[in-house]
């Protein structure tokens, strides 16, 4: 069956400029994760979707940062106005029965 | 303090080795324990799977928990080049999808021929 998929999987933007990265989780996960990992780095916690609940924004570094979850499934995370300090691998990952499943991960860069 | 820590490493060894990967955390009501490999420019894939105190083997791979410590270990056997990764430990209280997932920060294990 599919896997989490992102896209895109590279993306190059000016500093300045909003972007939208998209994660489609596996079909059934109820719960859906983002985090963010910088070259050599661990998983910068992002936010969590868990059903109908109300996200867990904790890890959103500033509110330049947003993600909505439509309808259950899809996920979109936006990044307002970006800085050079955005530039990493933005993962999204699915989860069913405790067990989280990671898509490949979109890699931006800010120039 | 981090509720999940780990070692960031890098740890090095020969092949044919045994590793021992180690994590450290503070909230007793985690129950479930997981590892994942990460190789480079790729995301994390699980690995093993545990539920509670005790051993889990799966091939090279050994998990186990010590919950009475709060320590979890990943041990791998005859170490293979292919086995050079990040490995992260990863906890939740809960089986649910309800129960939110925290990771370490990962270990970088280099296995040398």
């Known amino acids: 069956g599919a896997g989490v998929s992102q896209s895109p999987s590279n993306k190059v933007t000016e500093k300045g400029k909003d972007v939208e990265l998209r994660c489609d989780p596996i079909?059934?996960?109820?719960?859906l994760y983002w985090y963010r990992q910088s070259l050599g780095q661990g998983l910068e916690f992002l936010i969590y979707f868990q059903g109908n609940s109300a996200p867990d924004k904790s890890g959103l570094p500033s509110d330049r940062f947003s993600a909505e979850r439509t309808g259950g499934s899809v996920s979109t995370l936006t990044i307002q106005r970006t800085q050079q300090e955005d530039s990493a691998v933005y993962l999204c990952?699915?989860?069913?029965?405790?067990?989280?499943?990671f898509g490949p991960g979109t890699r931006l860069t800010v120039t | 303090q981090k509720e999940v820590e780990q070692d960031p490493g890098p740890l090095s060894v020969p092949e044919g080795a045994i590793v021992s990967l180690n994590c450290t955390y503070s909230n007793s009501a985690f129950q479930y324990f997981m590892w994942y490999r990460q190789y480079s420019r790729k995301g994390p894939e699980l690995l093993m799977y545990?539920?509670?105190?005790g051993n889990k083997e799966d091939g090279r791979f050994t998990a186990q928990v010590d919950k009475s410590s709060k320590y979890i270990s990943l041990f791998i056997r005859d170490s293979q080049p292919s086995d050079s990764a990040t490995y992260l430990c990863?906890?939740?209280?809960?089986?649910?999808?309800?129960?939110?997932?925290?990771f370490g920060s990962g270990t970088r294990l280099s296995i040398r021929p």
């Open positions: 079909s059934g996960h109820t719960a």
């Open positions: 545990t539920y509670s105190s």
């Open positions: 990952a699915s989860s069913l029965a405790g067990k989280e499943y």
């Open positions: 990863a906890m939740s209280a809960g089986y649910s999808s309800a129960s939110k997932i925290i």
